[in-house]
Structures are given as C-alpha cells and as structure tokens.
C-alpha cells in the first residue's frame, strides 16, 4: 500500500506546499507521541533541526503536538542528524526528530524520526503513525498536570562535540594540520569547527555564517568549488564538506581534487582492517558505488554488500550481518562502532586519524583505487512514471546489453524528488556516455 507522508528518509517535501505544513507537523507530533508512549514516566521528545527559516514554523508545531499528548520536549537548536540520533539514546529521550532536508535547497523541509536506540523508523512504524494521524487522534488529547513542558537544553553542543572528538583514536590529535572546514550553511555550523581545533587543527571555516537561505547554496559537500577555491587559497593540507544536515561528507586534498565517499570507505576499511577493528571481512555500500572499490577490497581479501539506494538499507545490512563500516558514494558514512546513522564530521575525522598516522598527504593516502569510467546523471520528470514507458524499457534492455557483464547500469527514481537517476559503469569511457545519454534523452522525451 502506498504510503500517504513518509517516504524513503521521513517526510520532505516543500515548506508549506501541499504536504509539509504546520497542521501535518502538528498531527505528527500527536501521532508520533502516543505511538511512543512509554510507560508512567513523563516521555521525553528532543528535538533538533537545519537552519532553514521554516525549521522555526515546524519546531513549534511539532512541539505543541508532542505537548498535546503529554510528552515533554527538550530543543537542542541547530545540531547535526547523527547528534540528534546520538542524544535520544544519551539522554535516555523515547524519540528524537531531526528536521531537515538534508541537501536540497532550503524552500524544502523535513522530518525525520529517531528510536529510542537512536535508529530511524521502520516502515511498519511509520505506517502506525500515518494511521494514527488519520484517525479521530484529536480524541486523544492529555488534559490538566498531564499536558507536556517544552526545554531548551544548552548543553547539547557540547555534548556531541566531546563525543566526536572522543571517536578519534586514541594518543591521535590534528596538531600540525591545516584544515578548511566547509558546513554548507547548515546544521553543523558551530559544531564542526570547534570540534576540529579543539583537536588542535588549524582551522578555516566557510559555510558557516546562515541565514535561513542560504543553507546548501554554492557550499557544502553537492557543491565542492567554494571549498576546492579556498584550500588552494589557504594551502590546506586537507578540506572537508558536509551538507546541510551533515550525515555525508567528501574530501578535498590538497591539490583541490574531491575525494568521494567510495575512496573514503576504503580508506577507513583498509586502516580498521589493518588494526583488527573490521567486522566481518566486508563492508556494505550501494548499487551507486565504483566497481573499482569492489576491485580494491577483492584486492585486501574483503567483500562488499550491495543494497539498494539509501543510508536505512546500508543499516539495515550492516546490522543483518554484523558489518561495522559502510555507505554511499555520495558521502554517507555509517560506522556503527560509534553512530547508529550516517555522520560525516566522525568519518572525517576516521580519515584525518589515517592522514596523521602515515605522515603522508591526503592525496597519497585517499587515492586507494581507480575508478572505472562512471556516469550519472539526473532526468527531472513532471508526473506519471516514465520508466514504466515502453520507449524507455526497451532503450534500458539494449543498453544492458551493449554494456554485458563487465558493466553496470543502474536506473532509479529519487524518493525525495521528481527525478529519475540514470548512471552507467564500464571500462569502456566512451559506451558509458552514449549510453547515459541515450536513457536520458529517451525519458526527457516521453516526460
């Protein structure tokens, strides 16, 4: 059954478009608070968000709803997801909620749910509280001493940073590193940089002054340039770029070349094996991800599990087979020895921790493989589903076949736009374009 809020990473949609508006924040906060109702206890909610300007709109609407159903609501302001994730389990909260879009521009919002373990939501979970918002839920309401109180807690900064700072390995510190820190206007803008010089890093910071617009604009881990311009301008040993929400991260070195989440996951793989610290001689990543990390890690003796597009289904198969390390080309990085979600200041710091240890620069130690020849490109569509159009299953069958066994092609639809994701993967340079090319002018034709 199709599913009428949540999609494939929470609710997203535009700010007060024709899902995501105050009175849908509301019935989540209803919904969501009696779904974790708890036991006698006074149930606690924290709260955390991006730094949109609508974050102020969906904050207190969620808050009243939590409130309405007797839950107590504790803010922690601008904070990254992985923290949000990391202080419902700290602070003992029966939920958490992350709002934010991640990497879209800032006219779009989200929410996002957290367990009281930290993990996000089930399906089955989010589909009792889409029941929930539809049913009579204003029956529901807590009346007199039972109504919720709402808190702001001050010390949740602080608290993320010294747990970031405490993944870095021991009798390991950034002195002597010359770091630009790019937060893409977002939810990382206070912590990142703190965390890093008190590492004892020298530090320079971009994206870190916003205004509610500004988040992901020409800045943050989907837009390199600012940050590749401005490690050659302070000739940085390193640059990093998380995004809006700061559960992804990539590289730059210090020639300005962007280092992805492929060669970032075998970095950390290969030093984690090298210290006996790998779980199950694997790791996972997605359909996304180069053939040449698979090459790599055939290479060191290790597997790679492939999932589907998506941070919740990399989780999902680290925890089914007890992997510790995995994630997606574009950044998202899960290493479950510390984080129950993708976090790109600790994974940054996993590689940071490699830099300093070999004493060697990052482009020696972040390049682990060759990429065998990729494209990927994005069709935006208006409606309808134009991969089900026969033009465009006939154009994919052929081009399977051109690209045989050696290749790859992998065609998705986003879960969070309208847009269809065509890439291709070969040794051959030139079949990679033509195929790509070939898809995408076919689904622009009949959408």
Same mark, same amino acid.
């Given at each position: 059954m199709a599913r009428k809020y949540f999609g494939t990473d929470g609710i997203r949609g535009l700010a007060n478009g024709d899902k995501l508006t105050p009175e849908l924040a509301l019935k989540v906060g209803m919904a969501a608070g009696l779904k974790f109702d708890r036991g006698e206890h006074r149930n606690r909610v924290v709260i955390g968000k991006d730094t949109r300007r609508s974050g102020y709109m969906i904050e207190n609407a969620l808050a009243a709803g939590f409130t309405a159903v007797g839950m107590d609501v504790y803010f922690l302001g601008p904070m990254p997801t992985p923290a949000v994730a990391m202080l419902t389990r700290s602070l003992r909260a029966d939920l958490g909620v992350m709002i934010s879009a991640s990497h879209n521009s800032f006219e779009d919002n989200g929410i996002k749910l957290f367990r009281p373990d930290g993990y996000k939501l089930s399906d089955a979970l989010e589909d009792d509280i889409e029941a929930l918002m539809d049913g009579d839920i204003f029956k529901q309401l807590s009346q007199g001493r039972e109504i919720g109180r709402a808190y702001r807690d001050e010390a949740a900064q602080t608290r993320y940073i010294e747990y970031a700072k405490r993944t870095l390995p021991k009798n390991v510190d950034l002195s002597g590193l010359r770091v630009v820190i790019?937060?893409?206007?977002?939810?990382?803008?206070?912590?990142?940089?703190?965390?890093?010089?008190?590492?004892?890093?020298?530090?320079?910071?971009?994206?870190?002054?916003?205004?509610?617009?500004?988040?992901?604009?020409?800045?943050?881990?989907?837009?390199?340039?600012?940050?590749?311009?401005?490690?050659?301008?302070?000739?940085?040993?390193?640059?990093?770029?998380?995004?809006?929400?700061?559960?992804?991260?990539?590289?730059?070195?210090?020639?300005?070349?962007?280092?992805?989440?492929?060669?970032?996951?075998?970095?950390?793989?290969?030093?984690?094996?090298?210290?006996?610290?790998?779980?199950?001689?694997?790791?996972?990543?997605?359909?996304?991800?180069?053939?040449?990390?698979?090459?790599?890690?055939?290479?060191?003796?290790?597997?790679?599990?492939?999932?589907?597009?998506?941070?919740?289904?990399?989780?999902?198969?680290?925890?089914?087979?007890?992997?510790?390390?995995?994630?997606?080309?574009?950044?998202?990085?899960?290493?479950?020895?510390?984080?129950?979600?993708?976090?790109?200041?600790?994974?940054?710091?996993?590689?940071?921790?490699?830099?300093?240890?070999?004493?060697?620069?990052?482009?020696?130690?972040?390049?682990?493989?060759?990429?065998?020849?990729?494209?990927?490109?994005?069709?935006?569509?208006?409606?309808?589903?134009?991969?089900?159009?026969?033009? &465009?299953?006939? %154009?994919? !069958? #052929? =081009?399977? +076949?051109?690209?045989?066994? *050696?290749?790859?092609?992998?065609?998705? $639809?986003?879960?969070?736009?309208? &847009?269809?994701? %065509?890439? !291709? #993967? =070969?040794? +051959?340079?030139?079949?990679? *374009?033509?195929?790509?090319?070939?898809? $995408?002018?076919?689904?622009?034709? &009949?959408?």
């Open positions: 790019d937060c893409a206007n977002g939810a990382a803008y206070k912590v990142a940089p703190i965390a890093l010089w008190e590492l004892g890093a020298e530090v320079f910071s971009i994206g870190v002054e916003p205004d509610g617009f500004n988040i992901n604009d020409k800045v943050g881990s989907t837009a390199p340039d600012a940050l590749r311009a401005k490690v050659k301008e302070v000739r940085a040993d390193i640059g990093i770029a998380l995004d809006g929400d700061a559960d992804r991260v990539i590289i730059v070195d210090e020639h300005g070349e962007v280092v992805d989440g492929d060669q970032l996951m075998a970095v950390i793989a290969q030093s984690w094996q090298a210290r006996g610290s790998l779980k199950g001689g694997s790791i996972v990543a997605t359909v996304m991800s180069n053939l040449g990390l698979e090459r790599y890690l055939t290479e060191l003796g290790l597997g790679l599990e492939r999932t589907q597009v998506g941070d919740r289904y990399v989780l999902e198969a680290m925890r089914a087979h007890g992997f510790n390390v995995g994630g997606e080309q574009s950044g998202h990085i899960i290493l479950s020895d510390f984080t129950t979600t993708g976090d790109g200041l600790v994974a940054a710091l996993q590689v940071l921790s490699v830099v300093k240890e070999a004493g060697l620069r990052v482009s020696e130690v972040c390049k682990r493989f060759e990429k065998v020849p990729q494209k990927l490109t994005s069709v935006r569509y208006k409606q309808g589903k134009p991969l089900d159009h026969k033009l &465009v299953v006939q %154009v994919i !069958a #052929e =081009s399977r +076949d051109r690209l045989g066994k *050696e290749g790859r092609l992998v065609i998705r $639809a986003s879960g969070t736009e309208p &847009v269809i994701r %065509v890439m !291709a #993967e =070969s040794d +051959d340079a030139g079949l990679v *374009e033509k195929v790509v090319d070939e898809i $995408a002018a076919t689904i622009k034709q &009949v959408a």
